[in-house]
């Protein structure tokens, strides 16, 4: 009973002083102590891994509250999953308020690191790789938190990643920022949250760079309240190596942000440079769906100052040679499909000087085939909306100090 | 149950020979080792045994059997269930049985025929006051006991179709994947609608349960899934083989797949249904389930891979179920197309 008063008031203090540290060296039976250490954790322990590489055969598990994991570092520390047998992701966290730092996973089957239901999370200096490079036999997901309320992820780095390399789904109270995410198919992707802030990322040598998407038919719909702020985000250019069947798999090599449905979206002092097909892009969902409680259409995004190149270059487009001609060598950087909600808020703002062009859709679903290009027109001032709760909640902060 | 009353059931069939009269001298099961707080390092120290080798139960443990199972590598598995003293079971419906404080589900898992039988785990699930806690016990070569094995463990087996696996045993966390719903830890199989009405019938005759429900048995017998009808057939395969964590409040929940037996929702199900985080799992395939089309359907995919990434379920399967997949196939077949 002691220890477990003691380890409610660790929890709401940063300094475990009572707290176990289970310490963790590579070694023929280091797999399973591991796994036990994870096991038999309790709420304030620290899990140490000393500097090594770890083989695995099976995935990991935590579900134990309050925990931190912590290696030598992300160079030194790796969780080495080539040899993998079983499992659907390399460790698999369903415990609240745990922190993972310092360390590295490799090349697993599935996804690297999913937290699944696991409200107020820490990934910091986490890496996972594919260490092949792009390859559709890469597993989906580097960085996976998912129906969990505060996230923060930071000074991380996602990279061969066949969906996306840093992937937050249904959650909220989202942080992810200065990480790198390269060589995946989406760099880093939101997906059917809320209250998100992407920020002082770099995010290059990816399919498309930054995806904020609403999906129809899931558990948790209705994404919107993001940020995206102050990233790096060039060269995004890599062909697109999703397995098909997958929503990103529809996205054009050369994206750089991108933003399908969803609400009160705000891409602000980004560097966007070399996204030869669109370095933003503004869409509503395209393919047919069957949920009454889905919004298919982007609601007040607003695209303000941003540093951006010429455009689209090298669009991955139908038509494209034609395109080119009839917009003078490069498409405008702004893509909007022209579809908005009737009697609801614009879709797109544009509060800089960035210039766009639309598809000129008139309904969801309708083939692009049937686009009619011209220049964009678009409001220069979005709708205001309640930026208070967005991000990680301070007390994630304050716990990597 | 008044323990007096099984003695004298007991000393009833005391002309069937050794087990009888083991019986009659049968040790307790250890109520302090399923309801203390501690982890009990030897699958003896509970006591269900009286024959652990040749698995026959003490007094207390019932044995029991689903109509359509949960399929693991092929292994055999022998089912129990403990209850204390004084206790039983309660109907709730078609669904989970409900469990009184202090009883326990155990499960073996074993390779191999009649004495060649070689026991590789026993699974307990721990019904203690502030939950259900599920432990994975190891046997040893000897088969004389298995040992708690909380980080699991990968055995080299042969299964029935002769082939060399390498057989996992799921650590604790592992099994808290498949039996936890809205973050509670619960028991998957004992379910009315999963059960013959006969064994429901005999717990009640003999005081265990409190009546048997009229959903009893709605499940059919696995044992016709050649030729018996393929609905029917397939959706409980897939109620009791995904629906753990395919299901609200599941493991798999973010996906949005329903697979209960109850989900009459066909996009819920799969049907024309988009994956959502299936990576390259989706094959290629842009639908869980095409009407008709198997070979399009990223279901039927899934199940039939072996593969860590893509293979369905993510756990407690090193191979594939060539029954289940053929029943799967042949449900998605006969879907009439849109």
Redesign the interface.
């Known amino acids: 009973m002691l220890r477990t008063t003691l380890a409610a008031a660790l929890l709401a203090s940063a300094a475990p002083v009572w707290a176990a540290t289970h310490m963790i060296a590579p070694g023929a039976d280091a797999?399973?102590?591991l796994?036990?250490a994870?096991?038999?954790a309790e709420p304030g322990d620290e899990i140490v891994l000393a500097a090594g590489r770890y083989p695995l055969?099976?995935?990991l598990?935590?579900?134990v509250a309050g925990v931190t994991v912590r290696g030598a570092g992300p160079a030194l520390t790796i969780l080495d999953f080539t040899g993998?047998?079983?499992?659907?992701e390399g460790l698999?966290v369903?415990s609240d308020n745990v922190t993972l730092r310092d360390f590295a996973i490799e090349n697993?089957?599935?996804?690297g690191i999913k937290s699944?239901?696991a409200d107020n999370i820490i990934y910091h200096r986490i890496r996972v790789t594919w260490t092949n490079g792009p390859s559709?036999?890469?597993?989906?997901?580097g960085i996976?938190p998912?129906?969990s309320t505060g996230i923060l992820i930071s000074h991380s780095e996602v990279s061969g990643a066949?969906?996306a390399g840093i992937?937050v789904?249904?959650s909220q109270r989202i942080t992810v920022r200065n990480s790198v995410a390269s060589d995946n198919v989406a760099g880093i992707e939101i997906e059917n949250s809320r209250d998100a802030i992407v920020t002082q990322n770099y995010v290059t040598r990816n399919t498309g760079g930054i995806l904020v998407f609403d999906?129809p038919?899931?558990?948790?719909m209705g994404g919107g309240n993001v940020v995206v702020s102050g990233n790096l985000v060039a060269g995004n250019n890599t062909p697109n190596f999703a397995?098909?069947?997958?929503?990103v798999g529809n996205v054009p090599r050369g994206t750089g942000i991108m933003v399908m449905a969803n609400e009160n979206v705000w891409v602000d002092g980004n560097i966007v440079q070399d996204n030869p097909t669109a370095p933003f892009m503004v869409i509503a969902y395209s393919?047919r769906f069957?949920d009454a409680r889905y919004n298919p259409f982007p609601r007040n995004v607003v695209i303000g100052e941003n540093m951006v190149d010429s455009g689209a270059t090298d669009p991955a487009l139908p038509g494209a040679p034609l395109l080119l001609a009839a917009f003078g060598g490069a498409l405008p950087p702004i893509l909007w499909d022209g579809l908005s909600q009737a009697g609801a808020a614009p879709a797109l703002a544009v509060t800089g000087d960035i210039a766009g062009w639309s598809l000129n859709l008139q309904r969801q679903g309708q083939a692009l085939a049937e686009a009619q290009p011209g220049p964009l027109t678009a409001p220069e001032q979005g709708i205001k909306w309640d930026a208070s709760a967005v991000g990680a909640p301070p007390e994630l902060e304050a716990r990597l100090k | 149950m008044r323990r007096s009353s099984a003695l004298l059931a007991v000393a009833a069939l005391a002309l069937s020979g050794a087990i009888a009269h083991a019986r009659l001298v049968s040790p307790q099961v250890s109520d302090a080792a399923i309801t203390g707080a501690s982890l009990p390092p030897k699958l003896s120290d509970f006591g269900f045994f009286i024959h652990p080798d040749a698995q026959v139960p003490t007094l207390g443990v019932t044995p029991y059997a689903l109509n359509t199972p949960l399929w693991s590598d092929g292994a055999d598995k022998l089912r129990f269930i403990y209850l204390p003293e004084g206790t039983r079971l309660h109907a709730d419906g078609e669904g989970l049985l409900r469990f009184p404080v202090g009883a326990a589900i155990i499960k073996t898992f074993a390779f191999g025929e009649g004495t060649s039988r070689r026991l590789i785990e026993t699974r307990v699930l721990l019904h203690r006051t502030d939950g259900w806690v599920p432990l994975p016990y190891r046997w040893n070569a000897e088969q004389t006991e298995a040992t708690l094995a909380l980080a699991g463990a990968r055995i080299d087996v042969t299964n029935p179709a002769g082939e060399a696996i390498s057989y996992r045993i799921p650590n604790t966390n592992q099994c808290k994947e498949c039996h936890s719903l809205n973050g509670a830890v619960i028991p998957i199989g004992p379910k009315a609608r999963n059960l013959a009405a006969a064994w429901l019938g005999d717990m009640v005759q003999a005081g265990l349960l409190d009546q048997v429900p009229e959903s009893a048995n709605r499940l059919p017998d696995w044992r016709t899934h050649v030729k018996g009808a393929a609905a029917p057939l397939a959706r409980a395969y897939l109620d009791v083989n995904c629906a753990h964590c395919h299901q609200p409040g599941g493991m798999a929940s973010n996906s949005g797949l329903d697979l209960r037996w109850e989900q009459a929702d066909p996009h819920a199900i799969g049907i024309m249904k988009r994956p959502v985080a299936a990576g390259r799992g989706a094959g290629g395939h842009e639908f869980a389930i095409v009407p008709g089309a198997p070979d399009q359907s990223i279901l039927a995919y899934r199940l039939a891979s072996a593969e860590p990434g893509v293979a369905m379920p993510e756990l407690g399967k090193s191979t594939v179920d060539p029954d289940g997949v053929a029943v799967v196939r042949r449900w998605i077949l006969e879907m009439k197309t849109q």
């Open positions: 797999a399973e102590k796994q036990e994870l096991i038999m055969s099976d995935g598990s935590l579900d993998q047998q079983g499992s659907g698999l369903t697993p089957k599935g996804d699944k239901g559709a036999s890469n597993g989906a997901y996976y998912v129906e066949s969906d992937y789904g249904q999906l038919s899931l558990p948790v397995p098909p069947g997958n929503i393919q069957d």
